[in-house]
């Protein structure tokens, strides 16, 4: 059974550029949630998408915004980065909104 | 606002011993609780769960505990081994919202001393 995976692992942008963050959900999994981590932090909700449809939102600007395809993967794009946005973005997966969230190792988004 | 944390940034434990890792949250809205463990250079791993209808689950040398009363929660993980060391989070979510509105505290690095 094939985990969830993200890409890329590492991406370095500059102030102001815009970015796109992908997540492949483990098999059979049709929740995605979307994650911030700073360094020596827990991570912070984004948002969860649920059969497509956003299914929940945290505190976090328009700027990110997020889209599930048909096949539930996943995509987290980010506009008008700045220097705050560097951090590890974790992507999670689960059976449905009740079931254990299972994450990814990340993309390290850098900041410059 | 309303937040999940923990006691202890850091704790250390000799191979072999048991270990305690404890969290309070303040939402008494929460209904669901899970711990992960995080090494380095990786995603959060999933260890256990747990619904406030309950107040103990067990799963393979972990145990999770739960005191509603309190607003307490503890992961305890038998006969440590190196492979433990690690960050572990403890995250809650409130009950209308199933499990997407996961909370994390900031975590306790457990270190296993050979």
């Known amino acids: 059974e094939t985990g969830v995976t993200q890409s890329p692992t590492h991406l370095i942008k500059t102030r102001g550029q815009q970015v796109t963050l992908r997540c492949s959900s483990q098999?059979?999994?049709?929740?995605v949630s979307w994650y911030q981590q700073a360094l020596g932090q827990g991570p912070q909700f984004i948002f969860q998408?649920?059969?497509?449809?956003?299914?929940g939102r945290g505190n976090f600007p328009p700027r990110f915004s997020g889209l599930q395809f048909p096949n539930y993967s996943s995509e987290l794009n980010v506009n008008a980065l700045e220097l705050d946005d560097s951090a590890l973005y974790l992507c999670?997966?689960?059976?449905?909104?009740?079931?254990?969230?299972?994450f990814g190792d990340g993309t390290r988004l850098s900041i410059l | 606002g309303e937040n999940v944390g923990l006691h202890l940034p850091t704790l250390s434990v000799q191979e072999g011993d048991n270990s305690i890792i404890n969290c309070a949250y303040s939402?008494?809205?929460?209904?669901?609780f899970i711990w992960y463990k995080q090494e380095s250079g990786k995603g959060p791993q999933f260890i256990i769960d747990?619904?406030?209808?309950?107040d103990k689950r067990q799963g393979q040398r972990v145990t999770v505990l739960l005191n509603k009363t309190v607003k307490h929660l503890s992961l305890q993980i038998a006969a440590t081994q190196p492979g433990d060391s690690a960050v572990y989070f403890c995250?809650?979510?409130?009950?209308?919202?199933?499990?997407?509105?996961?909370?994390f505290g900031t975590g306790t690095r457990l270190t296993i001393i050979p």
């Open positions: 999670a997966s689960s059976l449905d909104p009740v079931e254990p969230q299972h």
């Open positions: 998408y649920y059969r497509e449809e956003e299914n």
């Open positions: 939402n008494s809205a929460s209904d669901y």
């Open positions: 747990i619904r406030s209808n309950m």
């Open positions: 995250a809650e979510s409130p009950v209308r919202f199933g499990n997407e509105k996961l909370t």
């Open positions: 098999s059979g999994h049709n929740t």
